[in-house]
């Protein structure tokens, strides 16, 4: 559960920031991104209910690996791919894709999270955003008026690009040694005659900008330094991805991937995490300080009015909530049979209240409810498209029929 204080966010001015990522996370379904579950409110706080992730980031892994071992590194690579890609799908673009945001569930799944920084594309979206020394060039490119330049969504795949060659060799090129010494070197020329210091940062944007990375073949084979070097390509017009991720998936680095066992989610993860990875009690994570300044804050009806829209539920996470707590009374035999059958009934109707229906033979509220009636073994089978046919008898008293009219 991620909890945002609106206080805080006032105090910070992230509205907007925290509506994108709520609005991002509703919108995006993927088994490859971390999943909205529910969002709702109080009056003092935002909540979101989101995939439990309890395996720790690939940026934790890396401090403790050094470097990821190759089928890590493909298996990694493929599904943050695929969790890009469904973003871009829906017209966003993540713009905070780094090691840190890569977060591993118990199996060894990772999927992306933290989306604060997502946003739709325009024609006019402009501005740095993310991390220094995973962001793309043409987020810090100027025109000859001064103005930052617009760009799209290849800006994550060289993002993409940097995670892919530190989960390689175990440093970002853009973070590197190297890369601050070409910065302070090419940037320290320029600002010689002002008299002042390159600053760490200016130097990691310069290296950004200008310095064509090299890659080790200690690390790098000749496919994964051309994957590489074709993601970073300070060329958004001509870099790798800038189609799809199909042309990425097709890249001879990735020859040895299972693209429908990755795609349907049955790969097997190449790494389960121990249990306790980079967990820690609140006592040593600590709180945030509640300063004059917080205390003060005042939260308006046109503050409360920003999160008008914040209430949802995910249908999927609710329907499979709704048949795994059934499937519960039912082995516990904490629920009388009549009382049982009477639930199921309950929980079909209220099912096919709240969800839609979706592009498939049969609408799915009479999918899961014919599910929750054969766990029960009250159904034999689901006959035409809003009929659900009974075997045996329903118990006396209970009697249902759906017709597509209703």
């Known amino acids: 559960m991620k909890v945002m204080n609106k206080k805080r966010i006032k105090l910070n001015k992230a509205e907007q920031l925290t509506l994108n990522e709520q609005k991002c996370l509703a919108e995006v379904s993927s088994p490859f991104v971390v999943n909205l579950k529910y969002s709702f409110q109080s009056p003092t706080d935002v909540f979101l209910i989101l995939d439990l992730m309890t395996g720790g980031d690939l940026g934790y892994h890396l401090s403790q690996k050094g470097c990821f071992p190759r089928k890590e590194c493909l298996y ?45 594309i325009t024609p006019t979206l402009h501005g740095a955003a993310g991390t220094r020394g995973y962001w793309a060039p043409e987020m810090l490119r100027r025109d000859s008026k001064g103005k930052r330049r617009p760009y799209g969504n290849t800006v994550d795949w060289f993002s993409f690009g940097c995670c892919l060659a530190e989960f390689i060799s175990g440093t970002n090129p853009f973070r590197s040694e190297e890369a601050l010494n070409f910065g302070m070197e090419k940037a320290g020329k ?44 300070k060329n958004e017009q001509t870099r790798l991805g800038v189609n799809g991720c ?44 509640e300063d004059k300044t917080f205390q003060d804050t005042v939260l308006t009806e046109k503050d409360q009015a920003v999160y008008a829209k914040w209430q949802f539920t995910n249908e999927e996470a609710f329907a499979a909530e709704v048949i795994e707590f059934l499937i519960y009374e039912r082995e516990t035999g904490q629920v009388g049979g009549g009382m049982a059958r009477g639930l199921v009934l309950v929980f079909v109707r209220l099912i096919a209240c709240l969800l839609p229906t979706r592009h498939s033979s049969q609408p799915l509220h009479l999918v899961c409810g014919s599910l929750l009636l054969r766990c029960f073994g009250l159904v034999e089978r689901v006959g035409e498209p809003g009929e659900l046919a009974y075997w045996p008898e329903p118990a006396s008293g209970y009697s249902i029929h759906d017709s597509s009219a209703n």
């Open 76 to 120: 990694y690579g493929a599904r943050i791919m695929l969790g890009l890609q469904a973003l871009h799908d829906k017209g966003y673009v993540y713009r905070d894709l780094k090691p840190e945001n890569c977060l591993l569930g118990e199996d060894g799944r990772v999927k992306l999270t933290d989306l604060g920084l997502a946003t739709k």
């Open 190 to 233: 320029r600002v010689k005659t002002q008299g002042t210091k390159v600053s760490k940062e200016k130097a990691i944007d310069c290296a950004t900008l200008e310095m064509q990375p090299e890659f080790d073949s200690k690390f790098f084979n000749e496919n994964a330094a051309d994957i590489c070097r074709r993601l970073l390509d």
């Open 246 to 289: 199909n042309e990425i998936m097709s890249h001879p680095w990735f020859r040895d991937i299972n693209w429908e066992e990755i795609i349907a989610d049955r790969k097997r993860p190449p790494f389960v995490p121990p249990k306790d990875v980079n967990a820690a009690s609140q006592s040593d994570i600590g709180t945030f300080a």
